[in-house]
């Protein structure tokens, strides 16, 4: 079975400084992995995906993860965050071969403050 | 392009009123659909997932229920409400085993 865990309940940065949300996952199996953003009372956006190819995968809004089979993990990075990217962020893994069922982990607080 | 409704967007209910949530998906046909909670301050959950007309599959135990009557309708009921199934319900397509595009989601209070 697949598992994601993300490490970091809450963030808070500033204003232009860059962040980095952590994402380490579980599998016996190849997995698609995937970067959601909730904002307050709305649905997921779709971030970016990682499906196969490089393993620097860019999304919107200026974000990007990296994909690291060795150490399972998928974090996402922006290099200089606006108020505007304050939000939950949720990782999710599912597995290459099935319905498309997704494991998301418990998501991140992100707070960018002025 | 393809969008996703849900409705009702708020709903409050009294413990052991029935419920029923609708999603419904336009612009794509033979979608994947799912169904998530996400409960306050926890990730979301998958509920149920189907793959075709009346083909349900239930992920947890639970006191809900779901029914796909047509090609893109997906419907969440309950006989009876638990204040356990207050949270935020959300809705999901996948043309496949491709990506997952959510709805709007609906949040439900059950008193």
């Known amino acids: 079975a697949q598992s994601v865990t993300q490490l970091d309940s809450q963030v808070s940065v500033f204003e232009e400084a860059p962040v980095e949300l952590r994402c380490n996952y579980s599998s016996s199996v190849s997995v698609y992995l995937f970067w959601y953003v909730q904002y307050p009372n709305q649905g997921l956006q779709l971030l970016l995906k990682?499906?196969?190819?490089?393993?620097l995968v860019k999304g919107i809004n200026g974000f990007e993860a990296e994909f690291n089979k060795s150490q399972t993990s998928f974090h996402l990075r922006k290099p200089s965050v606006h108020i505007s990217d304050t939000a939950e962020y949720f990782c999710?893994?599912?597995?290459?071969?099935?319905?498309?069922?997704?494991?998301f982990g418990q998501g991140t607080t992100l707070q960018v403050k002025p | 392009s393809q969008t996703i409704h849900q409705w009702p967007a708020t709903l409050v209910q009294p413990v052991g009123s029935p419920l029923s949530l609708e999603c419904t998906v336009e612009?794509?046909?033979?979608?994947?659909l799912y169904w998530y909670r996400q409960a306050a301050g926890r990730g979301l959950q998958l509920l149920f997932y189907s793959v075709g007309i009346g083909q349900i599959s239930s992920e947890v135990p639970q006191n809900l229920s779901a029914s796909r009557p047509q090609d893109r309708q997906f419907i969440l009921s309950s006989k009876k409400l638990l204040l356990s199934d207050s949270g935020f319900y959300l809705c999901?397509?996948?043309?496949?085993?491709?990506?997952?595009?959510f709805g709007p989601g609906t949040r439900l209070l059950v008193l």
């Open positions: 990682y499906l196969s190819g490089s393993t």
């Open positions: 999901a397509w996948s043309k496949g085993r491709e990506t997952q595009y």
């Open positions: 612009g794509t046909s033979n979608p994947n």
């Open positions: 999710a893994v599912r597995r290459s071969s099935n319905t498309g069922k997704l494991i």
